[in-house]
């Protein structure tokens, strides 16, 4: 007898939306079809919601080490598991950085066996620890900062990036802000007053220092024909750029805060929207709709990146930049949905299929025979605000806090065990680290 049997939900494959019946065993989907007759040894009615790939959120960082009264892997992958998310990647820029061999096993000794979701984890490149890249295994890629963020992470030379290029074993994933453009336009700033404008963060991180970036950042990839994947591109003169050099190894990536928010929305939530790269113009958020309308943004990942409300409330100085999302990820995807912004099987290859593919994640990110059976059920009718006192976070806050969305996960499930039903965890943790294919 099979384990379970998802029936009578319409499965969004990536070619379309079928009703049918998904038949699971030891984990793995063994059969879809539209009616299974035999028994098992336990059946979801799924009649009028729909059965959807586990979203892998490929941008997330979960505070540990270093911070872990912000985040950590239990608290951050229930978090995950609420919302439909079955899997996640994990930055490096911890306190200390994850730059070396022994510093990641370090990192994975503590993650241990505490996780919901399934996980991977990024690499941190500096411009002295390239010997180290060439030690590694089954990571999900290497993470480059070309400007100063959260942590201390920076890649300075041209020639660290051809090294990492030319080795070519790892995908790349890049915050493209340029460093050198960030000081001129901090020194450009300096000595005014951040309080006398509500953006001031989006004004002295401005596009042209993404712009700048990302063309220098894809020029060198395409000398060493290197894949190259562009975390939260923001405006619309980063997406003309990639436009230009898209491949099957050219990718990017767009979060949702910088989808829902424009700079017309400091006014309302100030430094709780810092975050780097920064909130942009309403044209902007225009033209993210836009690719992910036309295909040249390939995954919509979070960035989750918590820290806590009275971090956030402090002076712009002392404030932190990011905002968590891991929670929220998805349903805000859905609700774009139900607002006709977009279509479910888009959606399902934005969080699901393509991180998946280009991150090289072995058989998932699709409801397809002999995949594992990391799944979610989605009530496309339900509506439900969200509210930071719900939220299983640690950091207890979203930006997205009084929203009202229609279309949730109601059901997540885990290789094959049902891990979330119905607002409760009813299952025991069963995360565990991704394999990539390399
Ligand atoms: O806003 C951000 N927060 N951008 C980053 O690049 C890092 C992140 C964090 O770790 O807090
Ligand atoms: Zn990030």
């Known amino acids: 007898m099979v384990d379970l049997v998802l029936k009578k939900g319409r499965i969004v494959f990536p070619d379309g939306i079928r009703e049918g019946d998904v038949v699971i065993e030891r984990g ?67 306190i200390p950085p994850i730059i070396s061999k022994k510093m990641l096993a370090e990192k994975r000794d503590l993650v241990g066996d505490n996780s919901f979701a399934n996980y991977g984890f990024f690499f941190g490149a500096t411009d002295d620890n390239v010997d180290e ?50 000081e001129r336009f901090a020194s450009e700033y300096a000595g005014e007053d951040s309080r006398a404008r509500a953006d001031y963060h989006s004004v002295v991180r401005p596009p042209e220092c993404a712009r700048e970036a990302v063309k220098h950042v894809l020029h060198l990839a395409k000398k060493y024909n290197a894949s190259v994947h562009i975390a939260h591109v923001t405006t619309a003169e980063e997406l003309d750029i990639i436009r230009k050099f898209k491949s099957e190894k050219v990718t990017c990536e767009a979060a949702p805060h910088h989808l829902i928010f424009d700079t017309t929305s400091y006014e309302k939530f100030s430094n709780r929207l810092k975050v780097n790269p920064p909130i942009r113009s309403k044209e902007d958020t225009e033209a993210l709709w836009a690719g992910i309308t036309d295909g040249t943004i390939d995954i919509i990942a979070s960035d989750h990146a918590p820290h806590l409300l009275n971090e956030k409330d402090a002076p712009y100085e002392e404030c932190p930049a990011g905002v968590p999302g ?81 279309g949730w996960p109601v059901t997540t499930i885990v290789g ?3 891990i979330y039903d119905d607002g409760k965890f009813v299952s025991a943790k069963r995360g565990r680290e991704f394999n990539f294919e390399e």
């Open 28 to 94: 793995v989907i063994v059969e879809i079809t539209p009616e299974y007759k035999e028994e098992a040894k336990r059946v979801i009615d799924c009649t009028g919601k729909y059965i959807f790939p586990g979203v892998i959120d490929a941008h997330v960082h979960m505070r540990i080490p270093g911070s872990p009264y912000k985040e950590d892997f239990t608290t951050g992958s229930m978090a995950a598991i609420s919302g439909g998310v079955t899997g996640f990647l994990d930055m490096p820029n911890n």
């Open 326 to 406: 891991i929670e929220t990820i998805l349903p805000i995807m859905l609700d774009a949905v139900n607002r006709g912004l977009v279509d479910l099987e888009r959606v399902a290859k934005l969080l699901a299929e393509k991180p998946a593919k280009i991150f090289n994640i072995k058989n998932k990110g699709k409801i397809e025979l002999q995949y594992d059976a990391d799944l979610v059920i989605l009530d496309m009718d339900l509506e439900k605000i969200v509210t930071n006192d719900k939220l299983l976070t640690k950091c207890a806050w979203s930006p997205f806090n009084g929203m009202t969305l229609k």
């Open 416 to 418: 094959g065990e049902v």
């Open 133 to 182: 890249i060439k030690r590694l295994s089954n990571i999900a890629g290497i993470k480059v900062y070309m400007g100063q963020s959260t942590g201390n992470l920076i890649v300075r030379k041209d020639e660290t990036l051809e090294n990492i290029f030319s080795y070519g074993k790892f995908p790349v994933v890049v915050h493209a802000e340029s460093q050198e453009c960030l």
